[in-house]
């Protein structure tokens, strides 16, 4: 969606810049003043700077996207198989509080971090329903809520570091 609108805005910057130009040329045809043309000037640059300025962002942002989507790839491909079987440690723990196939599927979305909008989204229902069965999924598990979900299954995992001196 951010790059979409940054595509759109580099267009628009470089349509204004097309019209500028173009009014530049009918008005220095026609005879405008110095300071009338100095002023398009003026604005026919602005608008190429912006479409500049926001075209090498937009190459920047896509260029650190790359390279976060190639670290997660890599790191993913390192850690396949521990989480597979943590993906099935938690499955086995959501069938031991007994939730329902919908809740275990919440259970996930919540663990990925989705928000409650999309997990609705992903489900096809309403952000009500998914906060009901995210209630539901919390008291099956007896915690407060999805921080303490979180917690339930990632801090055994996580050690401390020891301090090496």
């Known amino acids: 969606m951010r790059n979409r609108l940054s595509i759109f805005t580099v267009i628009v910057f470089a349509g204004i810049a097309l019209l500028i130009a173009l009014d530049l040329a009918t008005d220095q045809g026609e005879g405008a003043g110095l300071v009338h043309l100095a002023i398009e000037g003026a604005a026919l640059i ?77 489900r096809g229902t309403s952000e009500r329903t998914a906060r009901d069965q995210a209630r539901a999924i919390y008291r099956k598990a007896a915690v407060s809520g999805r921080a303490e979900l979180s917690a339930f299954f990632l801090e055994d995992l996580l050690v401390a570091p020891v301090n090496q001196a």
């Open 46 to 122: 602005a608008a190429l700077i912006g479409a500049i300025l926001t075209l090498r962002t937009l190459r920047r942002t896509t260029s650190q996207l790359t390279l976060a989507r190639a670290e997660a790839d890599r790191w993913q491909s390192e850690n396949r198989e521990l989480l597979r079987g943590l993906s099935e440690a938690i499955g086995r723990q959501f069938i031991q509080w007994e939730l329902s196939p919908a809740e275990q599927e919440i259970g996930y979305l919540l663990l990925k971090g989705l928000s409650m909008d999309e997990i609705a989204k992903v």
